[in-house]
């Protein structure tokens, strides 16, 4: 039982993390694709 606030607190500190990396991938993408074409 003590074991799960800490991977709640883990999982509530990654969740942005995934989605900045996630963000960040599709912008550094897009900006490729811009200046290949």
Do not use: C, W
């Amino acid at each position: 039982m003590k074991q799960e606030p800490l991977r709640y607190s883990v999982t509530i500190l990654a969740d942005p993390l995934i989605l900045f990396t996630l963000a960040g991938t599709a912008h550094f993408h897009q900006s490729e694709m811009k200046t290949k074409n």
